[in-house]
């Protein structure tokens, strides 16, 4: 299993989330999208006041992942094409 620091904590990853972590290192720009997300649900910039706000921000980081996923499977799909 890894391991990471979260508040000074050692926490030991299940091997699901070690995969995860893996699996977001190839796809930077959704793992990207994700810490946003995250920081979204957990307001670390103290900015999201109300809860219609807060569903804006969200449903803009949504449609952002949604298009950077697309992009990643497009790629991932012409370089099987180039490699056939």
Excluded: Y
Aim: hydrophobic share 35%; aromatic share 2%.
């Amino acid at each position: 299993m890894s391991e990471f620091m979260n508040d000074n904590e050692t926490v030991e990853l299940t091997g699901s989330a070690s995969e995860l972590a893996l699996r977001l290192q190839a796809h930077p720009n959704i793992s990207a999208r994700i810490l946003s997300l995250l920081d979204i649900v957990e307001n670390s910039d103290n900015n999201c006041e109300t809860a219609s706000g807060t569903e804006l921000k969200v449903i803009s980081e949504l449609q952002k992942l949604g298009n950077d996923s697309l992009q990643d499977w497009a790629n991932l799909q012409e370089k099987k094409s180039l490699s056939l």
